[in-house]
Nanobody, 124 residues
């Protein structure tokens, strides 16, 4: 059974940066795609970024492209989301998710394992 645990959320001023981490249990992390999603207040959960097992391919939502960077360290079973130039619109609960295969998808129902989420609040 895979368990995911996010950390790194907090309160930051607009224009600031945060790094989120996602530690995965189990032996499948290095062979499967992972993604980051967020749920803003009053909104549905939305795709933020995804990365293939080899890190060769990354995909971003248009709203974060150029500001956020997804990466992973398979040796440490850890994924990261580096967030720069944060705005109040980035305020959300951020979730990491892991698939059971190698492809990236923006569809949350195609991810099999989820973390509990970490709150990011950007003040203006």
């Amino acid at each position: 059974q895979v368990q995911l645990s996010e950390s790194g959320g907090g309160v930051v001023q607009a224009g600031g940066s945060l790094r989120l981490s996602c530690v995965a249990s189990g032996r499948t992390f290095s062979t499967t795609a992972m993604g980051w999603f967020r749920q803003r207040p009053g909104k549905d959960r939305e795709f933020v970024a995804g990365i293939t097992p080899s890190s060769r391919t990354t995909v971003y939502a248009d709203s974060v492209k150029g500001r956020f960077t997804i990466s992973r360290d398979n040796a440490e079973n850890t994924g990261y989301l580096y967030m720069n130039s944060l705005t109040p619109e980035d305020t959300a609960v951020y979730f990491c998710a892991q698939r059971s295969n190698i492809g990236i998808t923006r569809r949350d129902w195609e991810y099999d394992y989820w973390g509990q989420g970490t709150q990011v609040t950007v003040s203006s």
